[in-house]
C-alpha cells in the first residue's frame, strides 16, 4: 500500500469544497463516536471504548517517588520545577494542558445549542466536537490513574480566565476561528510532543507506558479530525489570521504552564504547526480519522 500523500494543513478549501467537507466531517464523527448522550455530555461509542480501559486496568508498578509532589505541582506550580522528578513534572505539564480544555469546553458546553435545538450543520458539528472533548478529559483522567493518582480533580481556572473562557464562544466566528483552528493544532503537535517523551520519561515502567501511550492515540486520532474540522471552518482571511497568531499563542499558552520549558521545545513546536500535513501521523491512526478533501493530493 502506497502512503497516502497531504498537502498542508494551510491550504484554503473553496466555498463549495467545505460546504461538502462540513457534510463529511458530520457522517465521520457520527458514525466514530455514536449516539451523543447530552445529559452526560458522551457519546456511546466513546463511553465503549473508556469503559474498555477502565475493565482492564493497567497500573504503574513503581509509583512516583513523591506522589505528594504531584499533587502540590499539579494545579499551580509551588515547587522548582528544575528539582522535580522528571516524570511528575510530566504528567502535572500534560494536567495544565488538559485543565486549560477542560475549562474551555465547560464555557462553550452552555453557550452552544443542544443537538436536538441545533439548526445549521455547523452547530451540530461544534456539539459532537465539544462532547468528544469531554471524553479526552476522561481518558486523560485514566492515565493519571494509571499512575496510581486517584485523587485528581478538574480544577477551574481563576475567575479573570474563567471569564474569558467563558466569554469566548460569542466572539464572531471571524474572530473565533483561526484561534479555534490553531488550538486544535497544538493539541496535535502537543501529543506528538507527550508521545516522543514517552519511551525516555517511562523506561522503567514499559506497561503504563504503553497505556498511557494507547489512552493517548484515542485523543490523537479525535484531535486530528478537530484539526481538519476547525480548518474547514476557516476561509482565506482566517488563514491569515491563523498563520499570524500561531506563535504567540503557542509562548503564550505554555508560558503559563511553568516547567514545560524543562521538558517541551516550544519553538520545535511551532515549527512543526506551521509546516504541518497530514503525513505526520502514523498511516494507521490516519485511517481512523478524517481529514478534508482539499488536503489530499490528487
Ligand atoms: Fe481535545
Ligand atoms: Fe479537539
Known sequence: MTQAAYKSIFVVGTARERAENFETYFAFSTRHSGELIESEKDLVRKREKLKWFQDNPVR????????????????ELEDDPRTMDRKTLLLTCVYK???HEWVGITGAWDATPTLAQARRL????????????????????EMFRTMQLEDVKWVP??????????????????ILDGPAFVTELMGIVFYRHFDALLDETFADEPEARDRIRALLREITIDEVAHAGQRRNFVGPRGTIFAKIILRPLFKAFFHDIPGSALLFDVDRMIADARGFDYSLIAPDMMALSWVPSYCRTG
Open 60 to 75: 504503574s508498578n513503581r509509583p512516583l517517588p513523591d506522589p505528594q509532589s504531584f499533587y502540590r505541582n499539579y494545579v
Open 97 to 99: 494542558f488538559a485543565r
Open 122 to 141: 455547523e452547530d451540530k458539528i461544534s456539539r459532537y466536537h465539544l462532547a468528544e472533548e469531554f471524553c479526552h478529559v476522561r481518558l486523560f483522567h
Open 157 to 174: 481556572l481563576g475567575p479573570k480566565m474563567q471569564a474569558v473562557y467563558r466569554a469566548f464562544p460569542y466572539f464572531p466566528s471571524w
